[in-house]
């Protein structure tokens, strides 16, 4: 499409993006939700733009025996829909706009790694490894080293691999217009049932989501796991480690404008025990958790709702 | 968007860099569009513009409009391959080989004349800056989910904002619409 020697390469697969990219001064392009506004004001000036679009190869999405596995050009759009893993759509469905969500990639999530990326957050709490491919062939990384790390310059990534859920996941957040601006707080929540643990994510709170290991140790010593449940008061001290372990992050977030570190850290503490108790509170429920709000807390952030990720087991 | 050492995310950075773009930082190019059905040709512009740019400062397409450049107002919303976008989160030059469709591609009858009639007759339009980009997200939404109650619009049209109406007018002028066609 665009003549030899020109700065915008369209290739049809990962082999030739990587071959473009080893050349060094290229950038990646997906949905274009985040770099193309930076274009535009001159925050990114590319030399060379490598855009996948065309490269089919990274649209797919498929299960194995353990595993699921995103390719880095599905969108959070096709995630919405998608019934193997209902944390994954619980949180595609509260990322942007219609807009957003229909152009933004898993890819494209992963090159920006922001602190507050909904869909970084719940990687990190199911453990997802991301798989990179450069010229000397493709290496996989769990995901919190990845965001350590930064995404190198010269590899793209191809997909991500999370294990199947086996138990009831959701995803909670809280920020101001969910369509125009990013997450303030988000947590992620996941159960195990087969291995009996809880992994739990949070973001907003450091320079990338965190995991809060002692509530989580301390939730799987309290769960009845023979029925999934979790007492009334378990899940409140849940939710005080929580904001406990936000408290004590190893680079926290400042303050800013809108909102104090310490208004973050009790937003979390809330999501996670309100999480905790929606997922833990027994087999046979009503739907009354179909669609969750997230109330208000005492700031100046608004209330965003969030759909219920709750998988039956 | 990126993150800045604070751990601040791009988005509401609306300050730009006036360094001057070279043309060796930014060539021009060219290449085809298919825009509302037909081919349209983009000569020499240059290759970072957004879709955006170039259907309204090269194509003379007005009716997409431009107000925030960030992909967090709709009023630049248009299909791609079918897909709502906000045309300014769009590299033009990526868009080469899509189907690109606006408020005019929309086709003079059918649900979207329905949708443009009942916005007009329910006084959902009052400025008039933000109803292109509502009459693709409405058209979109009603050929998909021709029963959408009305949660399910407010969030189809959470990408969309309208700062005169307070949408009800034009979640009215949607519901009538539905009406007719039951
Ligand atoms: C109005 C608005 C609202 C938003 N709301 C939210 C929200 O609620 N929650 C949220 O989490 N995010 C939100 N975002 C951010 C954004 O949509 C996501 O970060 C999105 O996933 C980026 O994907 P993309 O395909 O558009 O990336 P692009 O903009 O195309 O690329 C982003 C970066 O990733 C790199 N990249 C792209 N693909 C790859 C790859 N395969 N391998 C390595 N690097 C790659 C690019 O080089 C670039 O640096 C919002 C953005 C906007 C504009």
């Known amino acids: ?313 | 968007m990126s993150t800045d050492a604070s751990g601040e995310t791009g988005i509401g950075d609306t300050g730009i860099d006036d360094t001057p773009i070279s043309a060796d930082v930014d060539p021009r190019v060219s290449y085809h569009l298919y825009l509302d059905g037909a081919v349209r040709e983009v000569a020499d512009v240059c290759f970072s513009e957004s879709l955006l740019g170039v259907l309204r400062d090269h194509l003379g397409v007005m009716s997409v409009k431009d107000a925030c450049e960030q992909g967090r107002c709709g009023s630049c919303s248009v299909l791609m391959d079918g897909r709502l976008v906000a045309s300014c989160t769009v590299l033009a030059a990526d868009a080469a080989d899509a189907q690109v469709t606006t408020v005019a591609g929309l086709g003079s009858g059918g649900p979207a004349r329905a949708v443009r009639a009942a916005f007009l007759a329910y006084g959902a339009v009052q400025c008039g800056f933000c109803t292109p980009g509502f009459v693709v997200a409405v058209t979109d939404l009603l050929a998909r989910r021709p029963d959408a109650d009305e949660d399910e619009i407010r969030e189809a049209l959470a990408g969309n904002i309208c700062r005169c109406t307070g949408y009800g007018r034009i979640i009215a002028a949607i519901r009538s619409v539905q009406d007719a066609r039951r």
């Open chain 1, 1 to 313: 499409m665009i003549a030899a020697g020109a700065r915008l390469y369209r290739p049809l697969t990962v082999a030739d993006a990587v071959e473009v990219l080893a050349d060094g001064d290229a950038e990646l392009l997906a949905g274009g939700t985040d770099l193309v506004p930076a274009l535009r004001t001159g925050r990114r000036r590319p030399r060379r733009i490598v855009a996948l679009r065309r490269v089919l190869e990274l649209r797919s999405r498929g299960a194995g025996a353990d595993t699921l596995i995103i390719g880095a050009g599905v969108t959070y759009h096709d995630l919405v829909g998608w019934s193997l893993s209902p944390g994954l759509a619980a949180t595609a469905r509260v990322v942007g706009s219609p807009q957003i969500r229909n152009a933004g990639t898993v890819g494209g999530a992963l090159g920006t790694a922001n602190p507050r990326g909904d869909l970084l957050t719940f990687l990190t709490a199911v453990d997802a490894e991301v798989v990179l491919r450069g010229v000397h062939g493709m290496r996989t990384v769990p995901v919190g080293s990845f965001l350590d790390a930064g995404a190198s310059p010269t590899e793209l990534v191809t997909a991500v691999r999370l294990p199947r859920p086996c138990g009831p996941q959701l995803y909670l957040k809280v920020g101001s217009r969910q369509a125009a601006s990013a997450t303030v707080v988000s947590c992620a929540l996941v159960v195990d049932r087969v291995r009996e643990r809880v992994n739990c994510a949070i973001s907003g709170v450091a320079g990338r989501p965190m995991r809060p290991l002692a509530a989580e140790e301390f939730v799987r010593d309290q769960v009845d796991w023979s029925t999934a449940t979790l007492s009334a008061d378990a899940v409140i001290r849940f939710g005080e480690l929580v904001t406990e372990a936000a408290g004590i992050a190893v680079d926290p977030l400042p303050d800013d404008l809108l909102v104090s570190a310490a208004y973050r850290g009790h937003a979390a503490g809330v999501l996670a025990a309100r999480a905790a108790g929606r997922c833990l509170s027994g087999p046979v429920r009503s739907r009354d958790a179909s669609t969750a709000s997230v109330t208000a807390t005492p700031s100046t952030a608004p209330v965003v709702s969030a759909p219920d990720g709750r998988l039956r087991v």
